[in-house]
């Protein structure tokens, strides 16, 4: 009995996968194909040594988490905006969090 466990043990593993190369590469196309969209946004109609607040939320309630420079360019975002106390608030990415969108451009 303690040969056969033994020898059970010393069978080697064999992994596979049930795709064929040609299903595997589809799979990782489509994975490659469905990232979230990225939008960019220089900061606008901010006077020189003031900065545009970034928010927890999309509205004046919540509270700042970061601020971009008057003369902030290129700010990624996932392209997401929401309308709450009557403005367009922009989903930035880094830094991440909300910010009014008057004071946003989109240039990407």
């Not at 489509?30 to 607040?53: E, K």
């Amino acid at each position: 009995m303690k040969i056969l466990k033994a020898a059970a043990l010393a069978a080697p593993l064999v992994t596979f996968s049930m795709l064929a190369p040609a299903q595997a590469d589809a799979s990782t196309a489509t994975s490659a194909a469905s990232a979230p969209p990225v939008c960019y946004y220089d900061v606008v109609h901010v006077q020189p040594g003031h900065y545009l607040n970034v928010r927890f939320g999309p509205g004046l309630h919540y509270r700042i988490v970061a601020r971009l420079r008057y003369n902030a360019k290129h700010v990624p975002s996932d392209c997401k905006t929401h309308r709450a106390d009557h403005r367009t608030w922009v989903h930035l990415t880094h830094p991440m969090g909300w910010s009014d969108g008057h004071y946003l451009k989109r240039v990407h």
